[in-house]
């Protein structure tokens, strides 16, 4: 082949190249225009990518929800006075970012650091080395919080900080309850605290114990919410209206406290306990005729705002500690001798100390009062005399009584889970035990609704501390809790002369309950003293390891209140318990029948 005819064979073969690579070129061009048009005609018409839905993404880039809280439900006294309300805490935080800035150009972030830090220490429970050294970080940061000190900061003390008007300081509101009257019925009130909600991640009040967790229901109420739409900037467009749904407010809840009557009972409580330091000190007042407790409280206690003491004793100890009651169950005792017709007053046995086989039950004085009635014997509390006479009525009749006043059984659907009781009663010895207040666990509230048998004639009612519960607006009934009867253990023979053996411990010269007489009114008491068991089931020793307690009704003849104390292991030294407990029982008594008097009047 010539050298011509190779020259044109190569410029063929580069021409044919050309040709074939403008082709596959054009195919290749014509492929990814096809892919893009695909690609956005997917958005367009199917709105994802990547798996991605673009409409959902667009509308949660642009779309702001916010939670509208509701507002929590008022817990009332019964004079309308409020013992729980909502209030708003605040965290506050500071813009360190030099870009932030308002519309004007006005600086957002923090320009004096050495001043913010100074007025901060001065509210704060931080040090301003603290704060200053917090304002300044070692790393870039948009903004800076302050810990535990910038939490839970009241309206005064943000109100003290905004005053000195300092830029990039900011705060944000939380939802807080308030408890306006400090350590007062705190363990029947409760307490609420901010929860964190596990399915919307938000922050709400919860009750924790007490009425706030008992009637969390009516209390919590329904949050609602508020969506609006804005621009890349966060602005909200003008013409999109928001969507929104209105809170629905929790409901109100009216106990029967009597505020005057609390704060009373507090304020002796605090003065025994600083006295004399027991491990446990319960007192309830009780009306007699409708079942409604006017007061209690307990120590140790707590500040529900504050949280001070919460830690001492979390559990309410008048619903929830089981104890045995002592020589204030043989009030029971008796009243069954009496109601089964095995009681005869005038009879008389040996005191000091009674044999039921190889076992011993002693008077709390073991050598006795010699031979005397059963009648002198309750009104010296005589643990051999109740032996008998629950011997006399034997086991079975004894323990139908037990139950018909309801003593081992749940009577607090207004309170927190109460604690069943229980008793040891197989044994003669156990049996005996019983009828005198050992071997047997109850609880205050248990003691307090059998003692309004007594009270009442034979009819026993049901403790209560709810009186109602209101709408939002505190304008209508929604729930309302009347006097119930829950049983006639006694016939109202029995209660009468029940009460005037109660008036002998008072007011015989050789009854030992002198200490609870009240001037202008005439009062029935029974006394109370029991060993108190340790961790594995035995008797402590000691002067200090008794429960000591009264329980008491007056006017004697037409109860009109009730009240009982327990004071456990108290450091006495010489004073007598009884001087201790009335300290407490006649001052709260004698100013609830004053006040019944006066409105008589």
Do not use: C
Not at 217 to 236: A, C, P, V, W
Not at 343 to 350: A, I, K
Not at 421 to 426: A, L, N, R, T
């Amino acid at each position: 082949m010539s050298t011509k005819q190779t020259k044109m064979n190569n410029q063929r073969k580069a021409v044919k190249t050309r040709r074939l690579a403008g082709r596959s070129f054009l195919v290749f061009a014509m492929v990814i225009f096809l892919l893009i048009i695909i690609f956005f005609a997917q958005k367009a018409l199917f709105k994802t990518a990547n798996g991605v839905n673009l409409s959902n993404r667009t509308q949660k880039l642009y779309n702001q929800t916010s939670i509208v809280h509701a507002r929590r439900g008022t817990i009332y006294a019964n004079n309308g006075q409020p013992l729980a309300e909502n209030t708003n805490t605040y965290s506050v935080y500071a813009v360190l970012n030099h870009q932030q800035k308002d519309m004007k150009g006005n600086p957002q972030y923090v320009q004096d650091k050495a001043r913010t830090a100074r007025v901060l220490s001065d509210n704060l429970p931080i040090s301003y080395e603290k704060a200053y050294q917090t304002l300044n970080p070692k790393h870039k940061t948009f903004q800076v919080e302050f810990g535990n000190a910038g939490n839970n900061i009241s309206l005064s003390v943000k109100q003290k900080i905004q005053k000195e008007h300092l830029t990039g300081l900011n705060f944000i509101a939380q939802p807080a309850r308030m408890y306006p009257n400090g350590v007062f019925a705190s363990h029947i009130v409760g307490i609420a605290s901010q929860q964190v909600d596990k399915k919307t991640k938000q922050t709400n009040l919860e009750g924790q114990m007490g009425i706030e967790t008992s009637f969390e229901k009516y209390l919590k109420g329904t949050d609602g919410f508020r969506e609006s739409q804005h621009d890349n900037y966060g602005y909200q467009i003008p013409s999109e209206k928001p969507k929104e749904k209105k809170p629905k407010n929790g409901k109100n809840v009216h106990t029967t406290i009597d505020p005057s009557l609390e704060l009373l009972l507090e304020n002796q409580m605090n003065q025994v306990d600083q006295d004399v330091h027991p491990k446990v000190l319960n007192a309830i007042l009780m009306d007699a005729k409708t079942g409604e407790i006017k007061a209690a409280a307990q120590r140790p206690s707590f500040n529900p705002t504050t949280g001070q003491g919460l830690g001492d004793v979390w559990r309410d100890t008048l619903t929830q500690d089981l104890y045995e009651p002592g020589s204030t169950m043989k009030i029971f005792t008796m009243a069954a001798s009496i109601d089964s017709g095995h009681y005869h007053g005038s009879d008389t046995y040996r005191s000091g100390t009674y044999k039921i086989w190889n076992q011993i039950v002693p008077d709390w004085n073991r050598n006795g009062w010699g031979t005397i009635t059963y009648d002198k014997g309750f009104a010296l509390s005589s643990n051999v005399a109740m032996a008998h006479l629950e011997e006399n009525m034997g086991p079975e009749t004894w323990k139908d009584y037990i139950n018909r006043f309801q003593l081992l059984k749940n009577n607090s659907s207004n309170f927190d889970q109460q604690a069943m009781g229980s008793m040891q009663f197989e044994r003669p010895i156990e049996q005996a035990n019983t009828a005198f207040g050992q071997g047997i666990q109850v609880t205050a509230l248990q003691m307090m609704q059998g003692f309004t048998a007594i009270a009442n004639n034979g009819t026993m009612l049901k403790p209560r501390v709810i009186d109602k519960v209101t709408d939002a607006k505190n304008q209508q009934v929604v729930k309302s809790y009347p006097k119930k009867v829950v049983g006639h253990p006694i016939s109202a023979a029995t209660a009468e002369q029940m009460r005037r053996h109660m008036e002998d411990v008072v007011y015989k010269d050789y009854g030992i309950g002198h200490d609870f007489q009240i001037d202008g009114y005439r009062v029935a008491a029974k006394t109370g003293t029991a060993q108190v068991a340790d961790d594995h089931g035995q008797y402590e020793s000691g002067n200090d390891s008794y429960l000591y307690s009264v329980a008491g009704m007056a006017p004697a003849k037409h109860p009109r209140y009730i009240m009982y104390v327990t004071m456990k292991q108290p450091q006495l030294g010489d004073q007598p318990a009884t001087k201790e407990i009335a300290k407490i029982f006649n001052v709260v008594m004698k100013k609830a029948l004053d006040n019944d008097k006066n409105k008589t009047k």
